[in-house]
């Protein structure tokens, strides 16, 4: 049944804050280290005995809120934790609400709490599991004493978070790549932390392996998925866009279509480039000065090329504002001699 609220919050009357999935992918399309797919198949678990735990076994009666199933999926980004979600809902049989908090923040003071709420409304309605990805920003800690109407607005969103899954009686799924910057009141609402670890070196072939069609994908006799997955240590995601760029190289090699296979070369060199492109996110948007620091122990000399870039903003504003003025005086000066004339 259409509900008119998910229309708001699909963005068909605005932006797009809440996409509605029906899950396709299971388990079998992530390949993860041994010990996070056991504490996955732990979580699993406890959401299929959850009406045996509260309902026959009564503990629903001695328990009146937090029957909810939150779990935190923490760890670097491209290590399975979207697909995951995706996975657990699969299994249960669930549509998944993908919440987006970028677009459900609201410009209009007091509207993204509500935008939170009626998330959580609709989750209920409609039996749902939800998925905050990139859960630090909704989640993150609260400003004490905080005094800027932004940090009011941002307590408030994380105290509506949290009533939220008190009296949720369902699975909410929290992803993070910065999980220490979580409140620390959602520690005890979290039922259990998963942690997403970056794959060994068996679990990259595997991944080489199955990021690749096995019947259609033009494999050269020289690849060697062993080779590739002992040389580049990278998460599942890297591989991913590695064989992407792999394949758009040697279709674009000359030649008829027919004869064109992916080579070794290729998936070496489309890694070296996914390599190369993390150093370059990783780069800091400051300056030269702020990458000279980049361990605990050059703390005080970060901080100082963080003060010193500060300090070249402020001086490139005041120096607008100057101009500025001196333009409106300008601009005063001439209304009056038109006046005057």
């Known amino acids: 049944m259409p509900s008119p609220l998910l229309d708001l919050l699909a963005g068909r009357g605005g932006r797009r804050t809440v996409e509605t999935v029906a899950p396709q992918r299971t388990f079998a399309d992530v390949i993860l280290p041994p010990a996070t797919r056991r504490q996955l198949d732990e979580a699993l678990h406890q959401v299929r005995s959850h009406g045996l735990i509260f309902g026959r076994w009564g503990l629903g009666e001695r328990h009146a809120s ?21 996975a657990i809902a699969h299994a249960l049989g669930r549509k998944l609400f993908v919440v987006r908090y970028a677009e459900m923040e609201s410009m209009w003071a007091g509207e993204t709490p509500k935008n939170v709420a009626t998330v959580f409304r609709l989750a209920r309605e409609q039996g749902a599991v939800l998925f905050f990805d990139e859960a630090d920003a909704i989640a993150a800690r609260r400003s004490v004493g905080g005094s800027q109407p932004y940090q009011r607005e941002s307590n408030t969103v994380v105290n509506v978070l949290l009533r939220e899954l008190e009296a949720f009686n369902g699975v909410v799924i929290f992803a993070t790549n ?25 679990e990259r072939e595997r991944i080489w392996q199955v990021q690749v069609h096995p019947d259609k994908t ?3 006799d020289d690849v060697d998925f062993a080779v590739l997955a002992e040389r580049f240590p990278g998460s599942g995601g890297d591989i991913k866009n590695a064989v992407l760029k792999a394949a758009t190289a040697a279709a674009a090699e000359p030649g008829p279509d027919m004869g064109k296979r992916i080579h070794q070369r290729h998936f070496v060199r489309a890694m070296e480039e996914v390599a190369a492109a993390k150093g370059i996110m990783q780069q800091s948007l400051f300056s030269d000065e702020t990458r000279l620091a980049t361990t605990p122990a050059d703390d005080n000399q970060l901080v100082a090329a963080m003060q010193a870039a500060e300090a070249r903003w402020r001086a490139t504003a005041l120096l607008a504002l100057g101009l500025g003025a001196a333009a409106l005086v300008a601009a005063a000066l001439a209304l009056g001699v038109a006046i005057g004339r």
């Open 178 to 202: 910065l999980a220490a910057n979580f409140d620390p009141a959602f520690e005890r609402r979290i039922r259990t932390h998963v942690l997403f670890e970056m794959p060994g070196v068996e």
């Open 218 to 220: 033009p494999l050269a």
């Open 66 to 86: 937090g029957l909810g199933l939150a779990f935190n999926f923490a760890g670097p980004p491209g290590t399975g934790k979207t697909i995951c979600a995706e």
